[in-house]
């Protein structure tokens, strides 16, 4: 079965600093990964995802990912904070033979942005 | 192009009674999900659908049921409402089935609150 952690239910950074969400996976398979945004009221939209095409993936918004097999994490990066990042962030597995369609979230991640 | 559409936006039941959650996916995509997002977790999977056909069902009880149309839209019902079903119910599409890593696309979501 295939499992995600997010460390740090609530984060806060300030404006400009860097973003850090954290995420580690379990899978007997290997994964693809996924990181959602959920902005107050909105359903999920896709930030990035790993397919094991290459281990460092941009996103949108400029957003990326790095795939660390040796550590298990997939850990969601910004260089510069912006006021519109405040969002709730989710980190998704699913098994890289069924697709997306079943995917299992974690807990989430609430970003908060100090002007 | 419209996005996934979900109607109605909120709904309020008492405990005991049936409710129907309706969703339009995307122009031309086949596959329908749908998940159960309580407050404070990430969205569980409850179904999926492709071609009308059932493909995956999560760990729901036999109340939660749903169905795909020849239009691809799809229906969730939940019988027998209790209190703990409350949650943000989210409908995603997609293209196809069995694609990894092919990209979720989600509605807004039904508020569903039961008193």
């Known amino acids: 079965a295939q499992s995600v952690t997010q460390l740090g239910s609530h984060v806060s950074v300030s404006e400009g600093a860097l973003v850090l969400l954290r995420c580690n996976y379990s899978?007997?398979?290997?994964?693809?990964l996924f990181w959602y945004v959920q902005y107050p009221n909105q359903g999920l939209q896709l930030l990035l995802k790993?397919?094991?095409?290459?281990?460092l993936v941009k996103g949108i918004n400029g957003f990326e990912a790095e795939f660390k097999k040796s550590e298990t994490s997939f850990h969601l990066t910004k260089p510069s904070a912006h006021m519109s990042d405040a969002a709730e962030y989710f980190c998704?597995?699913?098994?890289?033979?069924?697709?997306?369609?079943?995917?299992?979230f974690g807990t989430g991640t609430r970003l908060t942005i100090i002007p | 192009d419209a996005g996934v559409t979900q109607s109605p936006t909120h709904l309020i039941k008492t405990r005991g009674q049936q409710v129907t959650l309706r969703c339009s996916p995307i122009?031309?995509?086949?596959?329908v999900s749908w998940y159960q997002q309580v407050l404070g977790q990430g969205p569980q999977f409850i179904f999926q659908y492709y071609e009308k056909e059932e493909r995956g069902r999560g760990n729901f009880p036999d109340r939660f049921s749903a169905r795909q149309f020849p239009n691809y839209s799809s229906e969730l019902n939940v019988n027998a409402l209790l209190l703990g079903d409350s949650a943000l119910y989210l409908c995603a599409s997609s293209l196809a089935l069995d694609r990894g890593g092919e990209k979720l696309f989600f509605g807004s979501g039904t508020q569903l609150s039961v008193l």
């Open positions: 998704a597995v699913t098994k890289s033979n069924f697709g997306n369609e079943k995917l299992t």
């Open positions: 122009s031309g995509h086949k596959s």
């Open positions: 899978s007997s398979v290997p994964p693809y």
């Open positions: 790993y397919t094991s095409a290459a281990t």
